[in-house]
Structures are given as C-alpha cells and as structure tokens.
C-alpha cells in the first residue's frame, strides 16, 4: 500500500463526491472519448457500462494536468480494463478505434438523433430503429403514432438542440420569478441544474420552488403553469403532482431514481431580446414592436409583425420547505455526482439519502427532515432498502 502510494502520481478519492469538482478539464480527449462509450452504452439499454464510463470519466475530470502515460493512472479508482484499454488507444494511436467505429456507425447516429427528440427515450428509438426509422425525415413519414410530448418535441427539434445560454437560463428565472410572485407571494425559486454548477450552457433550465411556510406550496405548480400559459410563455407542459405522501404507511420508496414531488416538464417559448432595450418579454407583447427593426423575418405574409422567439426545455419542481434542502441537493446534479453522493451514503455512513430526507438504516424507524421548520421527527416505515438507488 505504501509502496503504490510512492509510486502513483495522483490520488483520487473512490467516490466522486469526496472530489473536488471544476469545470476545467485536463483531459477533455480522454473523458470526451469515454463520454461517447457511456452514451452509447445508456442508449444501447446498458446502464451499467454506461456508468462504468461515466465514473472513469469523473476520474480523469478531477485530474490536476494532462495524462501522458497509462503508468501515470496507477492506483486510480474506477478504471476498468476496458476504460484503460480506450486510455492507452487514444495516448499512443492519437484515437481508440473502438470509439471512431462507434462515433460512425448508422445505429449510433440514428439513436442520437431520435433520442434528440423531446419525449423519445432509447426503448422507443430502438424500436423505430428495428422498424427502419433513422432519421428525422423517416419518422415524419413512417406515420408512427406520436404522443404529445414527441409532437411537441419533433416541431421544435432545432431549437431543442441548440444549447441553451446563461443568459437565456435568466431571461426565463426572470418570467418564472414573475409567475411564482404573481400567483404566491413569498415563493422562491433557486435556479438547479447544470446552471447551478456554473455551467455556461445546458440542455434546459431548472427550477426549484418552494415557500418558507409549510404547507403553502401545495397546488402551486398548476397555477404557475396557468399564468405561464395565459401570458403565451408555454408551447407544451406536462405537470405530475406530488405523490410523496400518497402511500398511506408514509412516505414509501420511490421504484427508481425518480423522486415524488410536484413537477412540470416544459417548453418555454422565450422571446428573443431584438436590442438592450428591451428587456422584459411584456414590452416586447404591447405596442413597442412597432419600434422594433423588422426584417422581413418578423412580418408573415399578411404583414403582421411576428416576434422572434426560441424554444426552451424547462423543469420545474416544487417541494415544501422541509425538504428543501434534500431537493436542492439532489436536483443540483450532476447525476453522477448524485448517484455517487447517495452510494457513498449508503456504502460507508449505511444511510439513505433521497431528495426527499436523509434516512440512518440504523434507525429504521425514524425518518429525519433536518429542517428547522419540522418541530417533530416523523416517523414512518422503512419497507426496503433503497438497492436501486445505490447501484
Ligand atoms: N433529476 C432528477 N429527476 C429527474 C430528472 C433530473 O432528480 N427526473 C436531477 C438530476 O439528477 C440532476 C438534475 O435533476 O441532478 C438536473 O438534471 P438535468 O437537467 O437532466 O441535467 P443537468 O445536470 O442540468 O445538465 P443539462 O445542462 O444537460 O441540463
Ligand atoms: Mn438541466
Ligand atoms: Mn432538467
Ligand atoms: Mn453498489
């Protein structure tokens, strides 16, 4: 042990919760390349590789300069044979083979495109796939049954696909900070996500909400939806309400990852800001467009004045102010972060943490909520352990 520790050139904690995290990499060749690997391993149904790739990945991220040798990653967690096999390709051949041939082949592509959609998942895309949909184009003719959420997403695909800025992540904190205050003064939202982390751009934008009062954010989501959609600000929602408290033992273990409480999965239409000016989506709703520079982009055919706009995913979650914090926590992400933050819990402290509350196995019968808003400890049944979260 003392011996390797001399030997080893950087010392990364096992978990990827005990590292520090940036957001610079040394490694972005290496990690960009076992990226690709756990992508193809999710979309392919492989969850297991995919998180093997996934940790080997965190690994590299954490290290301090770039890797040169193999040598150098002696000692290191969570490089398995074949993540070590991708390493040492890409150091001495400049490219693994077994990445350009997965990056090239048709069935990757055609899941990364269908997936690309809004509300197609890898079961669905597989399925097209094993019907001869590849592409966009297909799909538009194959007349495939579409729900929804996957109308929604294949009308806007281009939009959905373009990353979404910081600054359009506040352009839409603004308008949901204005719904909230206008339908439940005293609510807060906290921006979560990729943005929380200091991402520059994602893939949406998070929201948490919650009030300092208990109790006072039930039935919330419904009307902040309502005031987004009569101010035109949504193309497509789905609420799901909260179902924390339904099983009538207590809170019961959620069957995966998923946590139980209210949310709303989204697609803002964000009004595109045309000059400095202005810079609240009512001004550019009243008659200030007639002061806006049209091109001939912004008249339709009848010459009505169009306004720019560009589709946004958007999440928003609800949760009481006694579990803020676990909400917080878990919806800040990043998964991996989350996952390993929750088998660490459960591997070396033997406890359960969820976005909910954080439960010590050891007292199985009461449930903490650190909350100073919560006087009493609850208590309920602990039915199971938590497996599925912790692999
Ligand atoms: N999350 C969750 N339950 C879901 C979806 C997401 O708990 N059904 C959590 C994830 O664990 C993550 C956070 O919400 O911690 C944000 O998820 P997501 O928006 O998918 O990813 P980001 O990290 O924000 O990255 P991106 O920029 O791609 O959006
Ligand atoms: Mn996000
Ligand atoms: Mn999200
Ligand atoms: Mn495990």
Request: proline fraction near 4%; aromatic fraction near 6%; include cysteine.
């Amino acid at each position: 042990q003392i011996n390797e520790a001399e030997v080893a050139e950087f010392s990364v904690p096992t978990y990827a919760c005990q590292r520090r995290t940036t957001l610079e990499n040394h490694n972005a060749v290496l990690t960009d390349a076992l990226s690709l690997l756990a992508e193809h391993a999710e979309l392919s149904d492989e969850d297991g590789r995919g998180v093997a790739f996934r940790r080997a990945a965190a690994v590299l991220k954490a290290l301090p300069k770039p890797v040169t040798s193999v040598k150098q990653l002696r000692g290191l967690p969570c490089l398995g044979d074949h993540s070590l096999r991708i390493i040492k390709d890409i150091l001495e051949n400049r490219e693994s083979s077994e990445v350009q041939s997965t990056k090239q082949s048709e069935r990757f592509k055609a899941l990364k495109v269908l997936t690309g959609i809004f509300g197609v998942g890898a079961k669905t895309a597989d399925r097209w796939i094993r019907d001869g949909i590849n592409n966009l184009q297909q799909l538009q003719d194959s007349g495939q049954t579409l729900n929804r959420a996957q109308q929604a997403g294949l009308q806007h695909y281009d939009h959905l696909s373009q990353p979404v800025t910081k600054q359009e992540a506040d352009a839409i904190g603004e308008i949901v900070e204005e719904a909230v205050a206008s339908v439940l003064p005293g609510a807060r939202i906290t921006l979560i996500g990729g943005f929380r982390r200091g991402k520059l751009t994602g893939h949406d934008v998070d929201f948490l909400i919650t009030h300092p009062e208990e109790g006072r954010e039930v039935g919330l989501m419904p009307k902040v939806v309502s005031w987004l959609e009569s101010k035109g600000f949504l193309l497509y929602q789905k609420t799901t309400r909260n179902s924390y408290l339904e099983s009538k033992d207590g809170p019961a273990r959620p069957a995966s990852n998923m946590d139980r409480f209210e949310r709303c999965f989204s697609i803002f239409k964000l009004p595109e800001e045309e000059k400095p000016a202005a810079k609240h989506p009512e001004t550019l709703t009243g008659n200030v467009e007639q002061s806006l520079p049209l091109t001939s982009s912004h008249v339709s055919a009848e010459g009505e004045a169009l306004k720019r706009w560009r589709a946004v995913r958007v999440d928003l979650v609800v949760s009481p102010i006694s579990q803020f914090a676990f909400a917080l926590l878990g919806w800040t992400g990043s998964k991996l972060f989350e996952r390993e933050l929750r088998r660490w819990a459960g591997h070396e402290k033997a406890m359960s943490l969820s976005s909910h509350a954080l439960y010590d196995n050891k007292q199985v019968e009461t449930h903490f909520v650190q909350t100073p808003s919560v006087k009493k400890k609850r208590v309920s049944k602990k039915t199971k352990t938590c497996s599925s979260m912790m692999t």
